[in-house]
């Protein structure tokens, strides 16, 4: 795998527009912070963008399977690119609409930009690499947000707030160089003939292939029991902030989470020679639960992070297994619109979390919230480990129905 020159250059285009995502998160939440009081309008701000990515979903899929994968990419990054240039403006206006400008344009560039990346690394990569692949991606996506957050952390004391917009636009940039030294073999062998067989259908496809492979239509809905962290994350770092009274605590939490993470990811692949896929992923589900329950004592600093890095281990064995598990188990003609669904699901889970988010911090507060969302994902954990075993679905070994017969 390490020969394979496409490995290098999604690695290298990951680590360099991670930089620039993260640096611009951190300003994001910086300038609402400075105009929005409200948590809950501060998640409102945020799902318009995620809304505008729902809604393009079922196209960008279709497109992604109908079209040759790079050509996507190159276009959905000249996109992020370009989304830049609406947060300059709202930075020099002072414009909270321009923002939001900024916010739909990217997300719709991501509604194509990752699930065509997704598409693209089981071509690229042999079946029996994907684990090791799914996980390094996944970590070097965490050392660009560990690096990108404390980057933009000092750049936000010695420069100006429009500093990191700049520094993303240019990781965008570098992006796009990276994308086209790709080589896929997109005329021939495996992608010739993810183009021959059905992919001349909608998006709605997608439902009878899930009903025909179980695992993965479990494994999917596994996968938005994190989302009720993930999806709050950040206003939980405002808060948790707030009521510490330190503005170090916000990088620290993103680095330690982001440490755990690559732990994880990298333990995984260990993990799964000794533990079989259902445990894998019903015990880290349950990890995230406790995760939540811990932050219950958001006073203590020490209990805090060692939440978040409770967290981040158990995500980074939770997220690759399940990738690995699509990404083998779910026909190749149907990965864009598969993962252009997930991608759906994901920004439907992440509107409702935001809001309720932000509705229970100005209502209930932190503390009251987490145990909340502690009690749903074990209750979820164990109705999906109840719901697996009556229907008698194995997450181990690939279903024997074949895609050309749904």
């Known amino acids: ?57 079922p196209l960008a899929g279709k497109v992604i399977d109908q079209s040759k994968k790079k050509t996507v990419l190159l276009i959905s990054g000249l996109g992020r690119m370009l989304s830049v240039i609406f947060m300059l403006v709202a930075i020099g206006t002072g414009s909270i609409w321009w923002m939001v400008a900024f916010m739909v344009s990217i997300q719709l560039s991501a509604t194509f930009y990752f699930p065509a990346l997704q598409a693209t690394i089981p071509l690229v990569v042999k079946d029996e690499n994907l684990l090791s692949m799914n996980g390094l991606h996944m970590n070097v996506a965490t050392i660009s947000r560990i690096i990108g957050t404390a980057l933009a952390g000092i750049m936000l004391v010695y420069w100006s707030l429009i500093s990191l917009y700049w520094i993303s636009m240019i990781a965008y940039g570098a992006l796009l160089l990276f994308t086209m030294m790709l080589r896929i073999d997109e005329e021939e062998g495996r992608e010739a003939k993810v183009k021959t067989a059905g992919n001349s259908g ?111 281990f158990a995500l980074g064995c939770f997220f690759p297994t399940a990738m690995v598990i699509f990404q083998k188990q779910m026909p190749k003609e149907y990965h864009g619109r598969f993962f252009s669904f997930r991608n759906m699901l994901e920004r439907v889970m992440f509107q409702v979390v935001l809001l309720t988010a932000g509705a229970f911090l100005d209502i209930m507060g932190l503390q009251l919230m987490v145990v909340v969302f502690g009690v749903i994902s074990l209750s979820l954990t164990a109705l999906f480990f109840v719901q697996m075993k009556r229907r008698n679905i194995v997450l181990e070994e690939p279903e024997p129905v074949a895609a050309e017969s749904v």
């Open 1 to 57: 795998m390490w020969r394979n020159r496409n490995v290098w250059i999604i690695l290298s285009g990951e680590m360099i527009a991670g930089l620039g995502l993260w640096t611009g998160i951190i300003g994001n939440l910086e300038f609402m912070q400075e105009k929005v009081p409200s948590d809950f309008m501060k998640a409102l701000i945020m799902s318009v963008g995620l809304l505008a990515g729902l809604v393009a979903g």
């Open 202 to 312: 909608g998006f709605m496809e997608v439902f009878p292939v899930l009903k025909a492979y179980p695992a993965v239509g479990m494994t999917l809905i596994m996968t938005l029991i994190p989302l009720l962290f993930i999806g709050s994350f950040n206003l939980l770092v405002i808060n948790i902030s707030e009521i510490q009274d330190s503005v170090s605590i916000k990088g620290l939490v993103y680095t330690v989470e982001g440490i755990a993470f690559m732990a994880g990811a990298l333990a995984v692949k260990y993990i799964s020679t000794k533990w079989r896929t259902t445990m894998i992923l019903f015990f880290f589900a349950t990890m995230v639960a406790v995760a939540e329950f811990m932050l219950f004592f958001v006073e203590s600093t020490f209990i805090t992070l060692a939440a978040f890095g409770v967290l981040g």
